[in-house]
């Protein structure tokens, strides 16, 4: 379980990870642009698939305002694969198997659903400036107008 709490001004944690439809993408490649670094319990479940659709029909507006957008889960690229054509996604979709990345940035938290303690992605969203700094940080995300919300932060920075 993480116990890092990381907090606009700390550095963002370097990582590069394989993505959907082959290859890799670390932080790295994308220096002296804001990065949207979302992290999400799994692919193909309700909430996980609504916050994926929400960043890809704002994805012009997330570019115009200078930031990528990745979305980061444990699941494999193939499943990333299958999520992303399944609903026609945009965004890139990354994979930490090893969940190397996921405490890092901690996000692996222990949840609890019915009653049941177990390890899981806490659903949450950095928003990484181009200096490489967080520049904010969302914990314990609600779908429903998050999209917009980081949106309007990326357009503030």
Not at 101 to 107: K, L
Not at 128 to 149: F, M, N, R, S
Request: charged share 25%; aromatic share 8%; proline share 4%.
């Amino acid at each position: 379980m993480s116990d890092v709490t990381l907090e606009p001004g700390d550095a963002a944690p370097d990582f590069s990870l394989p993505r959907d439809g082959g290859g890799t993408a670390a932080l790295a490649d994308f220096a002296g642009q804001a990065v949207v670094l979302y992290f999400y319990p799994r692919d193909d479940t309700s909430g996980c698939t609504k916050e994926a659709i929400a960043f890809t029909d704002h994805l012009e507006a997330f570019a115009a305002a200078g930031a990528v957008v990745l979305g980061v889960s444990k699941d494999s690229v193939s499943k990333h694969d299958k999520f992303r054509d399944k609903h026609g996604l945009k965004v890139a979709l990354l994979s930490d198997e090893e969940g190397d990345v996921c405490e890092r940035y901690g996000v692996w938290k222990e949840k609890n659903m019915y009653g049941k303690t177990y390890m899981g992605i806490e659903r949450s969203t950095f928003l990484i400036g181009p200096d490489g700094k967080i520049a904010k940080a969302w914990h314990k995300v609600k779908v429903p107008g998050h999209a917009e919300a980081v949106l309007d932060a990326v357009k503030a920075l």
